[in-house]
């Protein structure tokens, strides 16, 4: 039965009990629960929106802040000037595996029988490459890399999610529908889908200016792309009624949001080498200030709902990538074995979040940061093992957790290993496993308990050419 269709035609014919401008006011309570619906949902340890997984070298040990290798690009630019001289290549591809929960633990089986009981989940793979390019000579250093340096990829929630179903019935009802009419709408959602996604493209150089001393100074342009989208699985129905505007309820989209923003992030660092031995790198990232262009299309309540949130087609809201201050030590133990340690401090209250109408969506949030401790360990000149442990506190709490901002801590570990088949080729692979904490969540009272896990498997290769 087209349940969509009969509440539409509820509302055409008590037209005169219930005015529409007034009925779109009403939906702000719908609008209101949802309201943090673009969020990153984070493929892996960072914080919120940024990410730490820029290399196959980082997947084995965790700790790339001491980095010099080529994807000290991206984690140390200062330590390139400790290669050898020559072009190097560095490439990697990461495979994402990610499964993702949510539960309503208070669902009331009578007002909201699909949340009941119900799991909400999400097992959609991602795939990620990256790339460095560096040329070493003398005392200097030029690099390029392409990342992903923020966002959540993809997710997929069959019959949409706890948070959402419950804002539509209860926008329905405030709206001055009978519950048993707005009930049933909620069983209409097919698919809840969001993704997002940070390009970086990061172009910079280092010196060494004496044996204790080298700097790095860079720049990244950003480009961010993200979706949300609601579908349903009634056949599509459009009521051309002048006091719905031509809404559509019932089809294959109810809702899709576009954003699309680009920014620059000016990149500094040093090291400094009191001892052959021991290595101590410091990073600033300044924020990148992205200005997210918004484009919708759906049905007209689908729009309502949206521009109540803040998201408007044609306007802009604003999501900046934080500060970040990056600090590393690496410290070889003996000629086969190395330490290092890493910390990386996100300054989230100090990024600026609004959305078009002025809504401040930070204000909740603390700093985040990652602390993470390596060993890497040469079994034979041409092979050697690596492990590490991190642990992520990303700044959010039950006030900023929803079924579209799951940013949860973790306790992450790695380990893999670098061969070199042949001279100045090294193939890496590693495994990752990042361990998030569930949480508990309350949006406006609710009770959702917040699960995710994500594994990750990656190669990668660095070749000097000359």
């Known amino acids: 039965m087209d349940y969509m269709a009969l509440i539409i035609k509820y509302l055409i014919i008590n037209n005169n009990n219930y005015n529409f401008g007034g009925t779109m006011k009403k939906l702000f309570v719908l609008a209101a629960m949802i309201t943090l619906i673009f969020a990153a949902n984070n493929l892996f340890a960072g914080s919120v929106d940024a990410l730490g997984n820029l290399s196959a070298e980082y997947a084995r040990t965790l700790s790339r802040n001491a980095s010099t290798d080529a994807d000290a690009t991206v984690y140390n630019p200062a330590g390139l000037v400790f290669m050898q001289d020559g072009f190097y290549a560095n490439v990697g591809v990461q495979f994402l595996l990610k499964d993702y929960r949510m539960k309503d633990e208070n669902a009331n089986p009578t007002a909201n029988p699909w949340n ?78 969001l993704e997002s996604i940070y390009y970086g493209f990061t ?48 089809g294959t989209k109810f809702a899709n949001i576009g954003l699309t923003a680009h920014g620059f992030t000016g990149i500094a660092s040093v090291n400094f080498t009191p001892m052959e031995e021991l290595l101590v790198t410091l990073r600033y990232e300044t924020p990148t200030i992205l200005k997210w262009d918004t484009k919708y299309s759906g049905s007209a309540l689908g729009g309502a709902l949206a521009g109540n949130l803040g998201y408007k087609d044609g306007e802009t809201e604003r999501k900046d990538l934080p500060q970040v201050i990056a600090a590393g030590l690496s410290y070889r133990i003996i000629p086969d074995l190395t330490a290092s340690l890493s910390f990386t401090y996100f300054m989230i209250k100090q990024a600026n979040w609004k959305q078009h109408n002025g809504n401040k969506t930070n204000s909740d949030y603390s700093n985040g940061f990652d602390a993470a401790i390596a060993l890497e360990y040469s079994i034979i000149p041409t092979f050697l093992v690596s492990a590490g442990y991190m642990y992520t506190k990303t700044g959010g709490n039950n006030k900023t957790l929803s079924d579209f901002e799951m940013a949860l801590d973790a306790n992450s570990i790695a380990f893999g290993a670098r061969y070199e088949p042949i001279s100045d080729l090294y193939i890496n692979a590693g495994f990752q496993w990042a361990m998030y904490m569930d949480a508990n969540g309350n949006p406006l009272g609710q009770n959702i308990k917040y699960s995710k896990d994500v594994k990750a498997i990656v190669v990668g290769a660095q070749y000097k050419f000359m």
């Open 116 to 193: 009941a009981g119900k799991e909400f989940k999400s097992d959609v793979p991602s795939i990620i490459p990256n790339v460095s390019l560096v040329y070493k000579s003398d005392d200097w250093a030029a690099f390029f890399s392409f990342n992903a340096v923020g966002g959540g990829g993809k997710l997929e929630y069959a019959g949409g999610s706890p948070l959402l179903n419950t804002a539509l019935v209860g926008g329905l009802i405030a709206a001055g529908l009978p519950a048993a009419m707005a009930a049933p709408a909620g069983s209409e959602i097919d698919k809840l889908t």
């Open 203 to 250: 172009l910079g150089g280092s010196y060494k200016f004496n044996d204790m001393f080298s700097g790095g100074l860079g720049f990244r342009y950003v480009y961010g792309t993200k979706t949300f989208d609601i579908k349903n699985v009634a056949t599509p129905t459009v009521i051309n009624n002048p006091l719905l505007g031509g809404l559509a309820v019932s």
